[in-house]
């Protein structure tokens, strides 16, 4: 049924599937907030992007330095001889990219609450840390940081001689100001949720600022490698065009800004690294239809953009001389439950009975051009906090199995409706879904909603039953199981426990690394795919396609997240 | 004729007013909350209803509707939701462009179809006939959206001979702007101009067997004279009106086509504006089209005194 | 053949052997056949007969408009002024039509382009045809409407049709046929769709503008009576076929054809007394033509003879008849 679908899927589908990636992750899920890209700190170091040239794609398929090298095995023997070339010393050229959302019109890093807003603001805003493709925190405009012995404070030692692009200086005192701004939920409501455990921020000297902290923060320098460290000029803060026209210490100086269409910039003269940025001038242009990004890259007019795969094959990409950039995201397609209007729910075995309904693989195949990598772990594979000994099958699809488990749980004639996104693909996906549960004797109606109304429906009012979506994905752990599965969680509206779920989320807060953390996040991964407090279907990838002559593209974690500030033309 | 026109603006006004009415109070009925959109998942009951009552949404109706209506005759829509950028301007910035490109898909269409329908009718039953009316069947059956690929694909990707997507402003470069619109205003003008061309052959097939015709032939007149001037003059109402009819659909297809071509359009914000629940730029954006269709429409109504005399007879 | 009987002195227009054919569900039909007539210079003639005798067929032929009708010259030869008007290309036979040879229909409601105004519409017959200015033009046609009997002309030129009696736009018509001073005027019934006051008027006004510019004029009609006012001599045709000619008076005095005879029978008015005597049956349809005198069936004077061999047309001394019988009846005429 699903194969049908996409065979009959037209043009008409196409464009609006475009929309619908974008979109309806932005209107609708999750605001994770994070990123991370791929390059160390001052160094503009072309480390990782998986880049794909037509040659090695053709014989294989991925490589992906992000460490989720799962899937390319037979990736290395492919020659990469022109994998990578190397960027040029100079800076030449304007690079015309092609984002896949607009952002809300709207790159207010504290106070936008969309989800695809980010590659809007990472040209233009440079963070305290960043975080590079392993997803550890790297060096950015905080060259050191270091947690007080009993975890209370955490320090930033800031990098000196770093100017915004309005010549304020940035300095303990403008870090201060920006913190303040992102942890106070007027002014921040996308970012002060990452900083609740923040209580307080001291000036400690010119140079170093001090939070002070009411909870465990281990998270923190991977939140402050997003949004939420994101520093705005103190003088340019309470601009009322400050949406829209962005003010930071970031590679790029924003020069003009025409809503929903384009974003012009030039590089910043006095950016603190002077081997960044690689080109003189960048455009970032707004591109809902994925047809119409893929013609405006190969004929030219553009040099790169999101790829979407709903819409896409590679091959498309691929015989058209384009070359494709990867990464697999942290992002997930679940199906979102409310507990509390179906009590059934809360039985885990009828969410398990609910998991080993799908078939995974079939589900990717037939609607994502097999691109969304099967999972039943909420952390996406090759991620620090994912569990690698947790087997993508762990459910195994067997719907005699499913049922027999909901008849010894006395669980007949269930019936829900799920909400989605009322764009073709996402109704598609939904008929899929439904068509998988209708085998094991559980009826899922599908009701096409209004983008706008998903979040009222589900999150604030809680009128819906079941919600099927994409969460993008984050940055750090902690903010996608702040924003999923904790009692109060928005996207756990009937306020379902998984227990033993909360100690481990202290636990994880209370490591300052990653590798301190992981422990506590394999063990929650454990945890989570066996209860199953959401039905995980898989990992979407973040494919960028772009003209053989620019390299250095950094993909984000974060679903269709990229960012350009590293991109150079290939000389 | 001039009198014709004066009534027929005259009636513009209450039919503007209900558009206006239309345009704020359909999207006042449709559920959704853009506070809601704007607060964030993680926002509580008090921080929507703050940002609902910043934005007016606390108010009547009646009240709201009143407000913006006296804003919007004054050239002041608002400001969108999320961005705050003045709609009025981003509405100026995009309606030459959206204007642009119905203005050629229609010139193109008339230009297309106008002299296709009368040779087509005038050489009825011929092969000429038949090969233009198999034409104009394609081009009413192939949809805009399956048309508009394929353009690219050949002329924007294969030939490379105009641009694949993307607008210049005709302010920047008369030619470019002209190159950049052709793809997309061939698209959109085939089934318009499919259109056109079977309304003119009718058109022409039955006036060619009117009395007035035969009279013109028995006075000697050149055939450009027959054909040009008297069949096509009197053939045109229909097909005035059929024109009438297109620049509606125009505008709806043009959504389409801006967001395939990338043309920053009314249109292709009007996607993004409803996704995002840009309420403010919805409202003015229907406003602004639903008037210049109203006044394209009237003027239409007009035309009609030219074509035929004794409409103006009868204002 | 017997073109003799309907020869005319200094002929303005000479038709032989005209055969016309259209394309119907019986394939191509003729519907005129065998047609020889000639239109002297100045003189009137009548052609005349019952509707889809190939009256207006014969006419529309002279001016080369068969083709608009799906139709075609099979046979014959149309001379105007001596020039064969069968071997002109269309171009210059446009050239010739409203110049040369001129036409008034019968419908004048719908024989004007309502889109247009009276004035433009004459400026772009005269501009057509002769060297004039669009001043000049103008000036014109003040003048030729003005001769028709139009008042305040200078008004009425820029008036649109619609604003016009039926009348009135017959005079329009008039005077643009008239306005290129054409040597032949073929009058298409001209008066049948105006009422009775008016056709006199309208008949009146062709008399005095031929008497004025010395054109031929061949008059169209199935009204004997208004042939009986206007013609000199008159062609009577039937099934597509001249069945007499003769000159009107010797017509109208004595018919030699059964069919003639029949026609004046029916005229209403000249004996209105009497009750109308119509002609009983129909004509037959060209693809089931009897095999005699095509009107035989019809004949209140047929023979034996009548239905085996197709007459021809017979000089019978200055006239010509199609009939057998034509020396031994004496049918009855009116009048005289």
Known sequence: ?571 | MLRLAARRLLKVIPLLLLVSFISFGLLNLVPGDPAVQIAGEFATEEQIEDIRAGLGLDRPWPVRYASWLGDAVRGDFGVSLFSKVSVATQIWDRLPATLSLIGLSLAISALIGVPAGTFAGWREGTVLDRFLTMGTTVGVAVPVFVAAPVLILIFGIKLDWLPATGYVPITANPIDWARSLMLPAIALALTGAAEIARQTRAGVIDVKKQDFVRTAHANGLATWQVLGKHTLKNAMIPVITVIGLQIGRLFGLSVLIEQIFNIPGLGSRLIAAVFENDVPFIQGTVLILGTVIVLVNAAVDISYGYFNPRVRAAA | MSSHASSAVDPVLQIEDLAVEFITEHGWLTVVDGVSFEVGRGETVGLIGESGCGKSVTAMAVLGLIEQRSGRVSRGCIRLDGRDLLALDSREMREIRGRKVAMVFQEPMTSIDPAFTVGNQMVEVLRRHLPMSRSQARQRSVELLDRVGITDPHRRIDSFPHELSGGMRQRVLIAMALSCEPDLLIADEPTTALDVTVQAQVLDLLAGLQAEMGMAVLLVTHDLGVVSETCERVIVMYAGEIVETASTDELFARPLHPYTAAMLASLPGLHPDEPLDPIPGIVPPRHALPPGCWFEPRCEHAIELCGSGHPTLVAVGGRSARCLRADDLRLPGVGS
């Open chain 1, 1 to 571: 049924m699903a194969q049908e679908i996409v065979t009959t899927r037209r043009n008409r589908v196409r464009w609006l599937a475009a929309a619908l990636a974008l979109v309806l992750l932005a209107g609708a899920c999750g605001t994770s907030d994070d990123s991370d890209d791929s390059d160390d700190d001052s160094a503009p170091a072309a480390t990782d992007a998986a880049t794909e040239t037509a040659a090695d794609v053709a014989d294989d398929t991925s490589d992906t330095d992000t460490s989720d090298a799962d899937t390319g095995d037979a990736a290395d023997d492919a020659a990469p001889a022109a994998d990578e070339p190397e960027p040029p010393a100079g800076r030449s050229g304007t690079l015309l990219w092609a984002l896949p959302s607009n952002g809300a019109n709207f790159y207010d890093p504290h106070a936008s609450t969309n989800p695809f807003a980010r590659s809007w603001m990472y040209p233009f805003y440079d963070r305290l840390t960043n975080v590079d493709a392993d997803g550890n925190p790297q060096p950015m405009l905080a060259t050191s940081w270091e947690f007080s012995d009993d975890g209370s404070s955490l320090t930033f030692h800031l990098r000196e001689g770093v100017v915004f692009h309005d010549g304020a200086p940035f300095n303990a005192e403008a870090a201060k100001l920006n913190l303040d701004r992102a942890r106070n939920p007027q002014s921040a409501p996308a970012t002060f949720v990452d900083l609740l455990a923040v209580e307080s921020v001291d000036v400690v000297d010119e140079y170093s600022v001090r939070l002070n902290l009411s909870a465990p923060g281990g998270a923190l320098p991977m939140l402050l490698g997003d949004q939420a460290g994101m520093m705005i000029s103190p003088t340019a803060m309470d601009n009322e065009d400050i949406g829209t026209m962005p003010v930071g210490a970031g590679p790029f100086v924003a020069t003009a800004f025409r809503v929903d269409e384009v974003m012009f910039a030039d590089a910043f003269d006095d950016y603190w690294d002077p081997e960044i940025p690689k080109v003189d001038k960048l455009e970032l242009r707004f591109i809902l239809d994925p047809q119409t990004r893929l013609n405006a890259i190969s004929s030219g007019e553009l040099h790169g953009g999101f790829m979407d795969v709903v819409t896409h094959s590679r091959d498309d990409a691929i015989e058209l001389g384009l070359v494709i950039t990867e990464r697999v995201s942290t992002g997930m397609f679940q199906l979102f439950l409310n507990t509390e209007l179906v009590p059934e729910f809360a039985n885990v075995n009828v969410r398990r009975a609910m998991a080993m309904a799908i078939d995974q693989q079939a589900f990717s195949d037939a609607l994502h051009h097999g691109e969304c990598t099967p999972s039943d772990q909420v952390f996406s594979k090759g991620w620090w906090a994912a569990n690698p000994d947790i087997d993508a099958d762990y459910y195994p699809y067997d719907p005699a199995a499913a049922r027999a488990l909901l008849e010894a749980e006395g669980v007949t004639d269930l019936e829900f409706t799920s909400i989605t996104a009322n764009l073709p693909p996402f109704v598609a996906m939904s008929e899929a879904v439904a068509g998988f549960f209708a085998e094991i004797g559980v009826t899922m109606n599908v009701a096409a909603t209004p983008i706008p109304e998903l979040i009222a429906g589900f999150i604030v009012n809680k009128t819906a039953e079941a919600y099927f979506s994409v969460n993008p994905g984050a940055v750090d752990p902690a903010k996608l199981v702040g924003t999923i599965w904790l009692p109060p969680s928005p996207f756990n509206p009937g306020g379902y426990e998984v227990p033993g779920l909360f100690p481990l989320h202290l636990q994880a807060q209370s490591g300052t690394t990653p590798e301190e953390r992981a422990g506590a996040y394999h063990e929650m991964a454990q945890l989570l795919t066996d209860e199953q407090p959401t039905i995980v279907f898989c990992t979407p990838a973040n494919l960028m396609v772009h003209r053989p002559e620019v390299g250095g593209v950094q993909i984000l974690a974060t679903q269709t997240d990229v960012d350009v500030s590293q991109i150079y033309f290939v000389e």
